[in-house]
């Protein structure tokens, strides 16, 4: 199991938002469960977005008004008879605080006030609240979670991403019906953050290195590429002649057993092989192209850790241990780094 305190390390990377200013005291705090974590990112991230103002949008909104603005809806005024009362019943844009963003963090404030968080942080929520008079709740199960963000709204980005996790987390009991969260996330939503997470890490910790979550076209010798799936890499750092390609994994299970025998998963194993022997292709013969399994370690007492050379390339399979010190899993993903490129953090 993930200590809560690097779910916090590893969503602080995935989401620049947890490392400005307003959540240095989120980095500070011990946290039992991932709900009093997800309670202390939502009450600092929503205390920043307050000062900032509630985002707005526009609203459609149809009353019956004395002073006539919008659209005039003359069959609804007929059929309501407002002229009785010297009234128009008027279609109109509301410039609204009832936004959808504000509507999901409302209702994910309230789950936490009844999921049975610390007292102090509950006082915190419903402190906060108090500015989300003038917006709906909602139920959660409805929600789109498809966003598109830009300037206006590009704030609520990581309070979204934070506000699914919570909502996915959530499990109903069946005792007096109070809202429990689980002490940990599941292996789906681990094994994203677990990709996010590298990849920013690279991103933040070695500059001089181009990480991307790259893709990597099909090396055909025609131009015919229809019903081939799409190469997609989790993590590619590449610096001058030199490229790794990294696919992390996140399973229960990292080995498989045939015949009594524990191996590599075959599928995985395929899958790096085809990446590096195409972008090798792609790149030339004077580029040096790499692989690595990268796994999360899981309770299996067999942890692979092997290398092997593939005609002409090398592919590397190891695990990183998530249930240790932050500082030792950042000392080998620099490791990794050191040993391929011979670069330093900076």
């Known amino acids: 199991m993930i200590p809560v305190r690097n779910i916090y ?8 938002a947890l490392r400005e200013n307003g959540y240095k005291r989120v980095e500070t705090e011990s946290f039992e469960n991932t709900a009093e974590l997800f309670a202390a990112i ?8 307050v000062k900032r103002g509630l985002g707005r949008e526009y609203i459609e909104a149809t009353e019956s008004l004395s002073s006539p603005k919008g659209k005039l809806a003359i069959a609804e005024s ?18 609204s605080v009832n936004a959808r963003l504000n509507q999901i963090l409302k ?18 929520l419903r402190r906060l609240l108090a500015y989300f008079g003038d917006v709906d709740e909602i139920d959660l199960r409805t929600v789109d979670w498809n966003f598109r963000y830009h300037r206006n709204n590009k704030s609520y980005q990581m309070l979204m991403a934070i506000c ?8 109903q009991t069946q005792s ?11 292996d789906q939503h681990l094994s994203r953050l677990y990709e996010k997470f590298l990849l920013a890490y690279y991103r933040r910790e070695f500059p001089q290195l181009s990480a991307r979550a790259a893709q990597i076209p099909w090396q055909l010798d025609g131009d015919r590429d229809a019903l081939l799936p799409v190469m997609q890499t989790d993590v590619t ?22 015949y009594d025998k524990n191996t590599l998963r075959s599928g995985h194993l395929y899958q790096i092989f085809t990446y590096v022997k195409n972008a090798a292709a792609m790149k030339g013969q004077t580029h040096e192209v790499s692989g690595m399994l990268l796994y999360a370690k899981t309770d299996e007492s067999l942890a692979p850790d092997q ?3 593939m005609t002409g390339n090398t592919i590397r399979v190891e695990t990183l241990d998530l249930n240790q010190d932050f500082s030792k899993i950042a000392a080998q993903l620099n490791r990794i780094v050191e040993e391929h490129f011979n670069l330093r953090r900076t």
């Open 164 to 171: 699914f996790l919570l909502y996915q987390g959530l499990l």
């Open 42 to 49: 939502l009450i600092s991230g929503i205390t920043l977005q």
């Open 237 to 258: 750092l590449s610096h001058r002649d030199k490229t790794l390609i990294i696919d992390a994994k996140y399973y229960s299970r990292a080995l498989q057993s045939q």
């Open 307 to 309: 290398t092997y050379s």
């Open 176 to 186: 007096d019906s109070r809202t429990k969260l689980m002490d940990f996330l599941d």
């Open 78 to 95: 007929l059929k309501r008879q407002t002229h009785l009362k010297k009234q128009l019943v008027c279609t109109y844009d509301d410039f």
């Open 9 to 16: 390390y590893m969503l602080s990377y995935a989401f620049r």
């Open 107 to 124: 209702s994910s404030a309230l789950l936490l006030l009844r999921s049975g968080i610390s007292k102090p942080r509950r006082k915190s």
